[in-house]
């Protein structure tokens, strides 16, 4: 049984922190080359979206802008904002001109060729997927992209201090970014949240959604083990203590037996 909840939670095993961050070489909007070395200086937030993606990846954005915006107001000096896209067979470089018009003008969106962006989504730990739409046939058209939602807090020296995954807010950003600007570590309750959406979400899509019906999951597939464990433990240390008991000397009483004379006849 604890070999099947090890087996269970075998790919949810969390990374360690990267720093520095990993390199790449993209294009931007205006197809100039940009490096992670020309964003040192300044926090950057490093994201991944597809420009054509019309529901959660703007929602998303929103919330990273209002995140920055507020640290902003705060007193921080405003992060740069460099979108890496997970579609570069749509998102081209004149796509991408025009999407950014939307958005705050110093903020970068990246592309490039598949050759280029393989490995950068590998090294920042993003997970990219071209699927066909739903009721797609052979004479049918088009995809969609899956992708992990993920910011990455790149300090000033260029170091991958944060990650954000998953669900977050404007002001959990804007903590971090707050945190990184000091540059502290996390606190506690950011490192465990942030730990625990991880793990989840390696665990698969299903413990990411339903993280209590998982953790139940996993507790009703261990807790037979350590309920067996915990018996035969306790099983030897009782053996173990009568053994111990049995193989005692008997008492001196100062009897002839006792000394090891021989019994009167």
């Known amino acids: 049984m604890l070999f099947g909840a090890a087996f269970l939670l075998a790919g949810c095993a969390v990374g360690s922190p990267r720093a520095p961050a990993p390199p ?15 964003l040192r200086g300044r ?5 991944f979206v597809s420009a054509h993606c019309t529901d959660s990846c703007p929602l998303y954005l929103a919330t990273l802008r209002a995140g920055a915006n507020a640290f902003r107001d705060a007193g921080g000096e405003t992060p740069r904002v460099a979108i890496v896209t997970v579609d570069p067979d749509a998102d081209t470089v004149g796509y991408l001109k025009t999407y950014a018009a939307a958005w705050p003008p110093e903020w970068l969106f990246l592309t490039g060729t598949y050759t280029q962006l393989a490995p950068v989504w590998e090294a920042y730990g993003v997970t ?14 088009g995809y969609s992209v899956a992708h992990n939602a993920k910011v990455v807090v790149v300090d000033e020296s260029g170091r991958a201090a944060r ?3 998953g669900s977050w807010t404007a002001q959990r950003l804007t903590s971090v970014l707050e945190e990184t600007r000091r540059g ?14 991880n793990l989840l ?5 299903f413990a990411a959604t339903y993280p209590a019906v ?3 999951i996993v507790l009703a597939i261990m807790l037979p083990g350590f309920v067996l464990s915990g018996y035969l433990l306790q099983t030897f240390l009782r053996n173990r203590l009568d053994d111990r008991g049995s193989s005692q000397p008997p008492p001196n009483d100062g009897s002839p037996q006792a000394r090891g004379a021989c019994p009167a006849r």
């Open 24 to 38: 790449f070489s993209l294009t931007n909007q205006h197809g100039e080359t940009v490096t992670n070395a020309d």
């Open 43 to 47: 926090a950057t937030l490093l994201s």
């Open 128 to 141: 990219v997927e071209k699927r066909p739409p739903r009721g797609w046939s052979e004479l049918g058209q």
């Open 163 to 165: 990650e954000l995954s």
């Open 184 to 197: 502290e570590e996390a606190s506690l309750g950011i490192r465990v949240s942030n730990t625990l959406d």
């Open 201 to 205: 979400r390696r665990c698969g899509d």
């Open 214 to 216: 998982f953790a139940s």
